[in-house]
């Protein structure tokens, strides 16, 4: 097929729930591709030589060659591709923020200018991974001879994961704590299930524990083993504690009751499973619920509240529609689910009855100003300009700090000022030798890939220091 | 596993466990707790670690049945396990020599007294305790609290015991008698420890309070156990649990304990239905 005939193929549509339906239910949204709605995507690939979307994937998974595959028919050899360079391909095909990254760059996309015709990149990486866990076609890859060597894993997230998976497969013996009683970091107690399902998460941790890895749930390291210990133990550390200290607004009423962080909110909903009836876990269902924010954590609380029956929810947010930090994608379901977007509102005070129940809030009417130190334009109060939003839930997701346990478990840790270890950037090294740190915890709130990429950096550094390739002296 | 090695009946509705958790028992000090979950599709709970032996690798933990889980736990025989325990939470209690400790228990709350009583007795303070309880009956660990006190005073609101009162008229009384207290400790019903406070704080008396707040994760994540403390927004779960009671927002912490009262009691008798109907009642009431 000839580029001028690529060109002209029309995005193809990934079927999705009907929306009117899926706010009753928790299972997932868009349904994959089927394989002759993929072949036909793929076939919109141009395979430029200077493959632009690759330098648009912060891991460089090799886009056009497993989309070359897919064309082929030869599914088998597009995932191995693709896990080259990516462990959790099933992850990052549905969360990753495509339309800033690959799909940003795409010549197709740039063309017709309008990032929305973009070769979809993404839903092609979870085509093939569906297929492989629905085909059981995963690789068990010959693991060398054990090195004799030990690295603890601090934290079952995405960074962690790819951590022990890279490093199992080079012979050395790993063994994650995780502080849950769960896996998957925040892919377990905070992306709902509608957009990620469990199934998924679970599945990707089974097969690294049958390479090997060996798993300790309900483990805070700092706590229930101290850091000295573990680092008696291992041979080598990684940290990927993630970053999940919620902020709140420290505005009036933030302890009324029904008022919660998105952490809080998620994690009972997810982890705990409170959007059954029949979990032992309370949830307040609101009628109307506003959740306060912009980003993923605010989408996936908004839409996890009209699953949980709520009859209105408003997304209230301080900057404009423009600096949305969220995935287009999420946004657009959260408009097809109903979502109302309430922009350029500030909550300055959230209001409660005699009882201490929560009735409301009210905002402040903000307008845009010069950009500020993110890039994006600040927002500005217009004097005088408030107002009173009711509500009976009000869910507080503007955002996540680094988790404090193990720097303060580690005094020798070196921090930056928002709570983030600071790294040797190739190395992923901390100030303390023999101990690494990535993802959230370095990072502040990022992204899957990001912590991903971060553990696979990790990863050869650790694998080069437990094989005395680095020069430097354990103490 | 978390294999229950005994369990014991200490009063109306409470009961001692003795279980499986080496990782715990080896590194808990006084006042920190664990969270639990009874089985692999339960609520998560915390409960105080009330003792640990580490070279069996066990630690104790005393339930007072109140609800869904904590009945659904009083079921479980030795021999059983309990799906999982997270722990030890929370920071350690603050024990020093101070002199003179007064420690006040109410209720479920004299099961974490306990340990902080026994360490301030092991740093070389002298304990005095006062322990309330609304009838004889629903006393609990009298003899242990004997063990570990100077001076041991108990009060009933009904008179079945010991002094008929609250806790705060025996530390008044004790006042009275001209006793010089350094530091106090109280632990109990929230409201239980509102007025010791008031009343500590009148009197001068530096307290600590141990916070039992709603939880979930126990590690800084969800903020469900926020309590204001200075007009400042403190996790007890990483923070605390204990704080400084004379600055503790009592009226705020009180009324979110009651977020779920609705639900709670749906999910307590749809147990009890489901018992009644199906297993046998047992001993869960
Ligand atoms: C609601 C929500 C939605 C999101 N949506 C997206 C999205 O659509 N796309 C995207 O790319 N990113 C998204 N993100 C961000 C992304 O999930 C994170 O950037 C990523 O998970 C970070 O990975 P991590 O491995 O660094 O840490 P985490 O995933 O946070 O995992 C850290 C793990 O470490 C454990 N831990 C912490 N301390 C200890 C300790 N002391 N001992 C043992 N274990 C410990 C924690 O329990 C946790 O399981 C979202 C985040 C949230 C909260
Ligand atoms: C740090 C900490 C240590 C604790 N230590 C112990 C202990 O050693 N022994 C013990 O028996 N209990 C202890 N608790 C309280 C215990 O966690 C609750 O009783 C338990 O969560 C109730 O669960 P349930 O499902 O049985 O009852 P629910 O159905 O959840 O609640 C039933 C009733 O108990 C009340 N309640 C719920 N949660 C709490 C709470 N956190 N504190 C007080 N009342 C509550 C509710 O308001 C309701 O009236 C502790 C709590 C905290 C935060
Ligand atoms: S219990 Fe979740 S932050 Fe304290």
């Given at each position: 097929?000839n580029?001028?005939?690529?060109f002209?193929?029309?995005?193809?549509?990934?079927?999705?729930?009907?929306?009117?339906?899926?706010?009753?239910?928790?299972?997932?949204?868009?349904?994959?591709?089927?394989?002759e709605?993929?072949?036909?995507?793929?076939q919109?690939c141009?395979?430029?030589t200077?493959?632009?979307?690759?330098?648009?994937?912060?891991?460089?998974v090799r886009?056009?060659?497993?989309?070359?595959a897919?064309?082929?028919?030869?599914?088998?050899?597009?995932?191995?591709?693709?896990?080259?360079?990516?462990?959790?391909?099933?992850?990052?095909g549905?969360?990753?923020?495509?339309?800033?990254?690959?799909?940003?760059?795409?010549?197709?996309?740039?063309?017709?200018?309008?990032?929305?015709q973009?070769?979809?990149i993404?839903?092609?990486e979870?085509?093939?991974?569906?297929?492989?866990?629905e085909?059981?076609a995963?690789v068990?890859?010959?693991?060398?001879p054990?090195?004799g060597?030990?690295v603890?894993?601090?934290?079952s997230?995405?960074?962690?994961?790819?951590?022990?998976?890279?490093?199992?497969?080079?012979?050395?013996a790993?063994?994650v704590?995780e502080?849950l009683?769960m896996?998957?970091?925040v892919?377990?107690?905070?992306?709902?299930?509608?957009?990620?399902?469990?199934?998924?998460?679970?599945?990707?941790?089974?097969?690294?524990a049958?390479?090997?890895v060996?798993?300790?749930?309900?483990?805070?390291?700092?706590?229930s083993?101290?850091?000295?210990?573990?680092?008696?133990?291992?041979?080598?550390?990684?940290?990927?504690s993630g970053a999940g200290?919620?902020?709140f607004?420290?505005?009036?009423?933030?302890?009324?009751?029904g008022?919660y962080?998105?952490?809080?909110?998620?994690?009972?909903?997810?982890?705990?499973?409170?959007?059954?009836?029949?979990?032992?876990t309370?949830?307040l269902?609101g009628?109307s619920?506003?959740v306060?924010?912009?980003?993923?954590?605010?989408?996936?609380?908004?839409?996890?509240?009209?699953?949980l029956?709520?009859?209105?929810?408003m997304?209230?947010?301080?900057?404009?529609e423009?600096?949305?930090?969220?995935?287009?994608?999420?946004?657009h379901?959260?408009?097809?689910?109903?979502?109302e977007?309430?922009?350029?509102?500030?909550p300055?005070e959230?209001?409660?009855?005699?009882?201490?129940?929560?009735t409301g809030?009210?905002?402040?009417?903000?307008?845009?100003?010069?950009?500020d130190?993110?890039?994006?334009?600040?927002?500005?109060?217009?004097?005088?300009?408030?107002?009173?939003?009711?509500?009976?839930?009000?869910?507080?997701?503007?955002g996540n700090?680094?988790n404090?346990?193990?720097?303060?478990?580690?005094?020798?840790?070196?921090?930056?000022r928002?709570?983030?270890?600071?790294?040797?950037?190739?190395?992923?090294?901390?100030?303390?030798?023999?101990?690494?740190?990535?993802g959230?915890?370095?990072l502040?709130?990022?992204?899957?890939?990001l912590?991903?990429?971060?553990?696979?950096?990790?990863?050869?550094?650790?694998?080069?220091?437990?094989?005395g390739?680095?020069?430097?002296?354990?103490? | 596993?978390?294999?229950?090695?005994?369990?014991?009946?200490?009063?109306?509705?409470?009961?001692r466990?003795?279980?499986?958790?080496?990782?715990?028992?080896?590194h808990?000090?006084?006042?920190?707790?664990?969270?639990?979950?009874?089985?692999?599709?339960?609520?998560?709970?915390?409960?105080t670690?009330a003792?640990a032996?580490p070279?069996?690798g066990?630690?104790?933990?005393?339930v007072?049945?109140?609800?869904?889980?904590?009945?659904?736990?009083?079921?479980?025989?030795?021999?059983?396990?309990?799906?999982?325990?997270?722990?030890?939470l929370?920071?350690p209690?603050?024990?020093q020599?101070?002199?003179?400790v007064?420690c006040v228990?109410?209720?479920?709350g004299?099961?974490?007294?306990?340990p902080?009583?026994?360490?301030?007795?092991?740093?070389r303070?002298?304990v005095?305790?006062?322990?309330g309880?609304?009838?004889?009956?629903?006393?609990?660990?009298e003899d242990?609290?004997?063990n570990?006190?100077?001076e041991?005073?108990?009060?009933?609101d009904?008179?079945?015991?010991?002094?008929?009162?609250?806790?705060?008229d025996?530390?008044?009384?004790?006042?009275?008698?001209?006793?010089?207290?350094d530091?106090?400790v109280?632990?109990?019903?929230?409201?239980?420890?509102?007025?010791?406070?008031l009343?500590?704080?009148?009197?001068?008396?530096?307290t600590?309070?141990?916070?039992?707040?709603?939880?979930?994760?126990?590690?800084?994540?969800?903020?469900?156990?926020?309590?204001?403390?200075?007009?400042?927004?403190?996790?007890?779960?990483?923070?605390?649990?204990?704080?400084?009671?004379?600055?503790?927002?009592?009226?705020s912490?009180?009324?979110?304990?009651?977020?779920?009262?609705?639900?709670?009691?749906?999910?307590?008798?749809r147990?009890d239905?489901?018992?009644r109907?199906?297993?046998?009642?047992g001993?869960?009431?």
């Amino acid at each position: 097929m000839n580029a001028a005939t690529r060109f002209k193929l029309p995005p193809v549509v990934m079927p999705e729930q009907d929306p009117a339906e899926r706010v009753h239910n928790v299972r997932e949204v868009p349904l994959g591709f089927t394989p002759e709605m993929a072949l036909q995507e793929a076939q919109r690939c141009l395979h430029c030589t200077n493959q632009p979307c690759v330098e648009g994937c912060p891991v460089g998974v090799r886009i056009p060659e497993f989309i070359q595959a897919i064309e082929s028919g030869d599914e088998l050899a597009g995932i191995g591709i693709i896990k080259g360079t990516n462990l959790l391909p099933a992850v990052c095909g549905r969360v990753c923020p495509q339309e800033d990254q690959c799909q940003k760059n795409c010549t197709v996309g740039k063309a017709h200018r309008d990032v929305g015709q973009a070769v979809q990149i993404g839903k092609l990486e979870r085509f093939l991974a569906d297929w492989e866990r629905e085909n059981h076609a995963a690789v068990i890859p010959q693991i060398p001879p054990s090195s004799g060597k030990r690295v603890a894993v601090i934290g079952s997230g995405p960074a962690g994961l790819t951590v022990a998976g890279d490093l199992i497969k080079l012979g050395h013996a790993v063994t994650v704590f995780e502080a849950l009683h769960m896996p998957g970091g925040v892919l377990g107690y905070g992306i709902p299930e509608f957009r990620l399902p469990k199934e998924i998460v679970y599945q990707e941790v089974a097969y690294l524990a049958k390479l090997g890895v060996d798993f300790q749930y309900n483990t805070v390291i700092g706590k229930s083993i101290t850091v000295d210990e573990v680092r008696k133990d291992y041979d080598a550390i990684f940290i990927g504690s993630g970053a999940g200290l919620p902020n709140f607004l420290h505005i009036p009423g933030e302890s009324l009751l029904g008022v919660y962080s998105a952490n809080e909110y998620l994690t009972r909903a997810n982890l705990m499973h409170a959007y059954d009836e029949n979990s032992d876990t309370p949830i307040l269902r609101g009628k109307s619920v506003a959740v306060l924010g912009g980003g993923n954590v605010a989408m996936d609380s908004a839409r996890t509240a009209l699953r949980l029956g709520a009859l209105k929810v408003m997304v209230i947010y301080r900057r404009s529609e423009e600096e949305m930090p969220a995935r287009k994608e999420e946004y657009h379901h959260a408009i097809q689910e109903g979502v109302e977007f309430h922009f350029l509102q500030n909550p300055v005070e959230i209001l409660g009855n005699r009882e201490g129940w929560v009735t409301g809030l009210t905002v402040q009417k903000m307008q845009l100003g010069e950009p500020d130190a993110s890039g994006r334009r600040r927002p500005l109060p217009i004097a005088g300009q408030t107002s009173n939003v009711p509500a009976d839930v009000i869910v507080v997701g503007i955002g996540n700090n680094p988790n404090p346990l193990i720097p303060a478990a580690l005094p020798g840790l070196q921090m930056n000022r928002h709570g983030g270890i600071i790294t040797d950037e190739d190395t992923m090294e901390t100030s303390v030798p023999g101990v690494f740190a990535g993802g959230d915890i370095v990072l502040g709130a990022a992204t899957v890939i990001l912590a991903m990429g971060q553990g696979r950096k990790a990863a050869r550094a650790i694998h080069a220091w437990l094989t005395g390739t680095t020069e430097k002296a354990k103490d | 596993m978390n294999t229950i090695r005994k369990r014991e009946e200490l009063g109306r509705n409470v009961v001692r466990y003795v279980v499986d958790a080496p990782l715990v028992a080896t590194h808990r000090k006084p006042g920190q707790f664990v969270i639990i979950r009874v089985t692999d599709h339960g609520e998560r709970i915390p409960l105080t670690i009330a003792d640990a032996n580490p070279e069996m690798g066990t630690i104790s933990l005393i339930v007072q049945s109140v609800g869904k889980t904590t009945r659904e736990m009083a079921m479980l025989r030795p021999g059983n396990a309990i799906h999982d325990i997270v722990g030890p939470l929370g920071r350690p209690t603050h024990i020093q020599r101070f002199g003179t400790v007064l420690c006040v228990g109410g209720g479920i709350g004299i099961a974490p007294l306990y340990p902080i009583a026994k360490g301030m007795k092991e740093a070389r303070n002298r304990v005095i305790t006062v322990l309330g309880a609304r009838a004889h009956d629903l006393l609990i660990l009298e003899d242990d609290m004997r063990n570990v006190s100077d001076e041991l005073i108990v009060t009933t609101d009904d008179g079945s015991y010991g002094t008929k009162g609250l806790v705060t008229d025996a530390i008044r009384s004790l006042m009275s008698d001209g006793t010089h207290i350094d530091q106090a400790v109280v632990i109990g019903p929230p409201l239980m420890m509102k007025f010791t406070s008031l009343l500590t704080k009148e009197l001068g008396i530096p307290t600590m309070a141990s916070l039992n707040p709603i939880m979930i994760d126990g590690t800084g994540l969800c903020g469900g156990c926020r309590v204001t403390v200075s007009g400042e927004i403190k996790f007890a779960c990483v923070d605390g649990p204990e704080f400084d009671a004379h600055v503790v927002d009592w009226d705020s912490m009180i009324r979110r304990l009651g977020t779920y009262r609705t639900a709670e009691q749906v999910a307590a008798d749809r147990y009890d239905h489901e018992c009644r109907v199906g297993l046998d009642a047992g001993e869960s009431r």
